[in-house]
């Protein structure tokens, strides 16, 4: 039996997105959020305040060797956005996917849509999607329960002064490796 030069075991599946991370001043509201609401789905493992995001666009999972290339393509496409900051109010808290209790905005600011349009355009311009990029609904996941589906309820509003977006890479429980940072003032 042959060992498969091109196969990779799951744990090496690293994504590569555009994400919009909370201040640390914001993180004791989403604390808050996840205690609120980790009994109503059930038994919920919530994620580090390290990893919280909201995803602006996803990219794909890229090979090692494509990494300094991608890199270098976002610099340039990041180069080319011009944007604001702007304050995203998360005001429902869902199920998404399989097992993912999220917060999410019923209404997405103007400035955020025009930022993941022109994000998304740029992306594209500059070779950097390698996968389908989903819808973008702009949500914070809080963590992961038991697989228990409740569709989106009104809750208490969190919101996040976000200034910043930034490339990441990672997968799973490990920290995120940031590959960029570029200021939206």
């Known amino acids: 039996m042959h060992d498969d030069l091109f196969a990779r075991s799951d744990a090496q599946l690293l994504s590569l997105f555009f994400a919009l991370m909370p201040s640390a001043s914001d993180q004791a509201a989403l604390d808050e959020a996840a205690r609120l609401h980790a009994t109503r789905f059930g038994r919920m493992k919530p994620i580090l305040a390290a990893k919280r995001h909201v995803t602006l666009l996803y990219l794909g999972q890229p090979m090692d060797e494509q990494i300094p290339s991608l890199v270098a393509g976002a610099g340039r496409a990041m180069a080319t956005i011009q944007g604001e900051s702007f304050v995203l109010t998360l005001d429902q808290v869902a199920v998404f996917g399989r097992n993912s209790v999220v917060l999410a905005a019923s209404q997405t600011p103007r400035a955020l849509a025009e930022l ?70």
């Open 116 to 185: 993941e349009q022109r994000v998304r355009l740029a992306a594209l311009l500059n070779r950097l999607l390698l996968a389908r990029a989903p819808a973008f609904h702009p949500h914070l996941t809080l963590g992961h329960n038991d697989g228990r589906r409740v569709a989106p309820v009104n809750c208490p509003p969190v919101r996040l002064a976000l200034d910043t977006v930034v490339l990441l890479r990672g997968a799973g429980d490990a920290p995120y490796q940031e590959l960029g940072r570029w200021s939206l003032a």
